[in-house]
Nanobody, 121 residues
Framework: QVHLVESGGGLVQPGGSLRLSCAAS????????MGWYRQAPGKQRELVAL???????NYLDSVKGRFTISRDNAKNTVYLQMDSLKPVDTAVYYCYADLIRTFASGRADYWGQGTQVTISS
């Protein structure tokens, strides 16, 4: 089985920083991309940042210049450095992986359980 485990969420004041971490474990043949989604109460889940196996990155417009996604391929781990946090960033953040578990199984999407990020003074 494949598991995505997030950590690093919490409460921080506006302008502060948090670093989220997500480690993928289990039977993994290849990770095509990993990233972070978030969902605030009453709102749709949205893609925050994504990084591909080749290192290309994509960001939600509202977080560009403030958030940085990175990964450690050897550890199957993706990070999200969040700086200059704003109250609007408050949400549950979900780790996402687009991966191939085995050659025969093909690609599939996997999700972490979510970690709460709250920005409040």
């Amino acid at each position: 089985q494949v598991h995505l485990v997030e950590s690093g969420g919490g409460l921080v004041q506006p302008g502060g920083s948090l670093r989220l971490s997500c480690a993928a474990s289990g039977s993994i043949f290849l990770i095509n991309a990993m990233g972070w989604y978030r969902q605030a109460p009453g709102k749709q889940r949205e893609l925050v940042a994504l990084i591909t196996d080749g290192g290309s990155t994509n960001y939600l417009d509202s977080v560009k210049g403030r958030f940085t996604i990175s990964r450690d391929n050897a550890k199957n781990t993706v990070y999200l450095q969040m700086d200059s946090l704003k109250p609007v960033d408050t949400a549950v953040y979900y780790c996402y992986a687009d991966l191939i578990r085995t050659f025969a199984s093909g690609r599939a999407d996997y999700w972490g359980q979510g970690t709460q990020v709250t920005i409040s003074s």
